[in-house]
């Protein structure tokens, strides 16, 4: 078994507010106050402001000088920001991995597809585990891939784009037709080596999804 360390106070903390943000329970521009937090949570306020430039890093909170941290707002701009910036970065992936693949790694990146397939074709959908297969996908390719820096920048948008996701759920669960033909039709370009394809493909895809966030945003 490999050795994996425990998670710290700070990112316990940094995972506890990030799941309340991603799922609205703490609402787009609420104030989040330290001594506050770090009452109800009875731990130091050192860990708590540790565990907010944490989420400042994965572009779910705001810290201002003087006023403290909120929870980043996510309109339709903002939505649309995040998902042009993300959209190049799943690009830049696409290109490295038509590069990069070898065929011992072809059942580990066909397996994540197949699993994120799946679980968007049931009958009974959960949007948590459709969202969480999805970013498996991208990780597999990730380590297919081995730049740390594109792995990191990708890693620090998953949670803002998981929050697009659950804020804007009933859209996206009736997006789920097209997200699986999307994922079932990637594999073919980067397996080919196609990289204009595959970009061509997650260009169109992220388009699309960023069209039924603002949607959802907007309303």
Known sequence: MDF???????????NYLAERIM??????????????????????????????????RWHLVEI????GASATRLDSAHASELYDVYMHLLMMLAVRLCERWQESDRP?????????????????????????????VMEACC?????PYLTEALSNFRPAVSRAYYLSAD?????LAQTSEFFANLPQ?????????????????????????????GS
């Open 4 to 14: 994996q360390a425990p998670n710290t106070l700070a990112e316990q903390i940094a």
């Open 23 to 56: 799922t609205g329970q703490i609402r787009p521009g609420e104030r989040i106050q330290e001594a506050t937090l770090a009452s109800e949570l009875k731990v130091s306020r050192a860990s708590v402001k540790e565990a907010l430039y944490t989420l400042e």
């Open 64 to 67: 201002t000088p003087r006023k």
């Open 108 to 136: 580990k990146m066909l397996g994540a597809v197949n699993n994120a397939v799946e679980r968007m074709r049931s009958s009974a959908a959960d949007i948590s585990a459709v969202v969480e297969a999805s970013f498996e």
């Open 143 to 147: 380590e297919v891939v081995g730049n």
């Open 171 to 175: 859209r996206y669960r009736r997006g």
């Open 189 to 217: 370009a980067v397996l080919a080596r196609d990289s204009e394809k595959a970009q061509g493909l997650i260009r169109e895809f992220a388009e699309h999804q960023k069209a039924l966030i603002q949607q959802a945003l």
